[in-house]
């Protein structure tokens, strides 16, 4: 497929000017479309120096998997055939969206294409990936998050008030609250703010003829008005479903046509075969501070071997010495402690 698009103008313009796939490397990251090489070879994971489980409860490095080498290999290949953007390791973040939205990109990770894209008539044309298989494993795999985070609440030391600090913490815990906190009271003509002193009125905030309705200045959308507001929309508390979400608000929010079009991709190509590829571990402070001391000088070396395994600038040849130099680094100890982490979640379920 993608030497089809590489060689067969699907643009239809005439110019050699396809880029079969996109993608780039994040400053002290590893590239972005790895996630679709790693999954197809069985490591569901979305980078190799991230960790994942594994089905006979062992947890694993992308870069200590046995089939790593496959991955810099067939990475090596695209990019040797032109398949692979040539500035792959080179471009800046910026390139990479101004490339997206030039309508000459076949496969690329992206958040959703409307947002690289303004116009429908391009952004339309993409859809969601579904998982690849390999001859070194036949099961369609794409990892996700745990929806269990670790939130923060930041108490001034000298406060005065450390329970009404804690209170009002716990406030966002009550239902529909953090909504509120997130969307705001609705004004419009008929309707007015709703803080009654007893409590929040969800179905008297923000509905109208059965959906949600939010009125914002000069026709912004919900988000860019958040965002301009409060630089970085957030919302507190749990986060909700969407389901959940309209029950309590007693209505449900349409969607835009270009957010409907992208879910039921993902919905179709992706969600069935969706896993887990870590949940939220728990380490103490001695551990915490021992994993951070051994993760950086790992890290900064798979990506920066990674990158000149994939270029060239270093012989895959040379992979055992790659691996002997990381055994030096201590990473059977650090693998170690997340595996004692693994390990006591797995105990508790």
Same mark, same amino acid.
């Given at each position: 497929?993608?030497? &089809?698009?590489?060689?067969?103008?699907?643009?239809?313009?005439?110019?050699?000017?396809?880029? %079969?796939?996109?993608?780039?490397? %994040?400053?002290?990251?590893?590239?972005? !479309? *790895?996630?679709?090489?790693?999954?197809?070879?069985?490591?569901? @994971?979305?980078?190799?120096?991230?960790?994942?489980?594994?089905?006979?409860?062992?947890? #694993?490095?992308?870069?200590?998997?046995?089939?790593?080498?496959?991955?810099?290999?067939?990475?090596?290949?695209?990019?040797?055939?032109?398949?692979?953007?040539?500035?792959?390791?080179?471009?800046?973040?910026?390139?990479f969206? *101004?490339?997206?939205?030039?309508?000459?990109?076949?496969?690329?990770?992206m958040?959703? =294409?409307?947002?690289?894209?303004?116009?429908? &008539?391009?952004?339309?044309?993409?859809? /969601?990936?579904?998982?690849?298989?390999? /001859?070194?494993?036949?099961? $369609?795999?794409?990892?996700?998050?745990?929806?269990?985070?670790?939130?923060?609440?930041?108490?001034?030391?000298?406060?005065?008030? =450390?329970?009404?600090?804690?209170?009002? /913490?716990?406030?966002?815990f009550?239902?529909?609250? #953090?909504?509120?906190?997130?969307?705001?009271?609705?004004?419009?003509?008929?309707?007015?703010? +709703?803080? =009654?002193?007893?409590?929040?009125?969800? @179905?008297?905030c923000?509905?109208?003829?059965? &959906?949600?309705?939010?009125?914002?200045?000069?026709?912004?959308?919900?988000?860019?008005?958040?965002? /301009?507001?409060?630089?970085?929309?957030? +919302?507190?508390?749990?986060?909700?479903? +969407?389901?959940?979400?309209? *029950?309590?608000?007693?209505?449900?929010?349409p969607?835009?046509?270009?957010?409907?079009?992208?879910? !039921?991709?993902?919905?179709?190509?992706?969600? %069935?075969?969706?896993?887990?590829?870590?949940?939220?571990?728990?380490?103490?402070?001695?551990?915490?501070?021992?994993?951070?001391?051994?993760?950086?000088?790992?890290?900064?070396?798979?990506?920066?071997?990674?990158?000149?395994?994939?270029?060239?600038?270093?012989?895959?040849?040379?992979i055992?010495?790659?691996?002997?130099?990381? $055994?030096?680094?201590?990473?059977?100890?650090?693998?170690?402690?997340?595996? @004692?982490?693994?390990?006591?979640?797995?105990?508790?379920?």
């Open positions: 497929v993608l030497t &089809a698009f590489k060689n067969d103008d699907p643009n239809g313009n005439g110019q050699n000017d396809e880029i %079969p796939m996109l993608g780039y490397v %994040p400053q002290g990251g590893t590239s972005n !479309s *790895a996630v679709i090489i790693l999954t197809a070879l069985g490591m569901n @994971t979305s980078s190799t120096t991230n960790f994942f489980t594994k089905d006979d409860g062992s947890i #694993n490095l992308g870069a200590m998997d046995d089939n790593y080498i496959h991955y810099l290999e067939y990475m090596k290949l695209l990019l040797a055939e032109g398949l692979l953007d040539q500035d792959h390791y080179t471009m800046t973040s910026e390139e969206n *101004a490339k997206l939205a030039q309508n000459t990109v076949g496969l690329s990770p958040s959703a =294409p409307f947002v690289y894209m303004p116009d429908p &008539a391009q952004y339309k044309q993409y859809q /969601a990936l579904t998982p690849l298989t390999s /001859a070194y494993n036949s099961t $369609k795999v794409w990892p996700v998050n745990s929806n269990i985070f670790q939130g923060s609440f930041a108490i001034s030391y000298d406060t005065e008030y =450390p329970e009404a600090c804690i209170r009002m /913490a716990n406030v966002f009550e239902e529909g609250i #953090n909504l509120l906190a997130f969307v705001g009271p609705l004004t419009s003509d008929t309707l007015e703010p +709703q803080y =009654p002193v007893d409590g929040w009125e969800p @179905t008297k923000a509905i109208v003829d059965g &959906a949600w309705s939010f009125t914002t200045p000069d026709g912004t959308d919900l988000w860019t008005y958040l965002n /301009a507001k409060a630089g970085l929309a957030v +919302q507190v508390g749990p986060m909700y479903t +969407q389901a959940e979400a309209d *029950a309590i608000m007693g209505g449900s929010v969607l835009p046509d270009n957010e409907t079009s992208w879910r !039921s991709s993902l919905i179709k190509n992706v969600a %069935p075969y969706q896993k887990l590829w870590l949940p939220t571990l728990f380490l103490d402070a001695d551990e915490l501070e021992r994993a951070n001391e051994l993760k950086t000088p790992i890290v900064d070396y798979i990506t920066t071997m990674e990158a000149k395994f994939i270029m060239g600038e270093e012989s895959l040849d040379n055992d010495a790659f691996y002997a130099q990381l $055994k030096t680094l201590g990473i059977e100890e650090y693998v170690q402690i997340y595996q @004692t982490a693994y390990d006591a979640y797995l105990a508790n379920q």
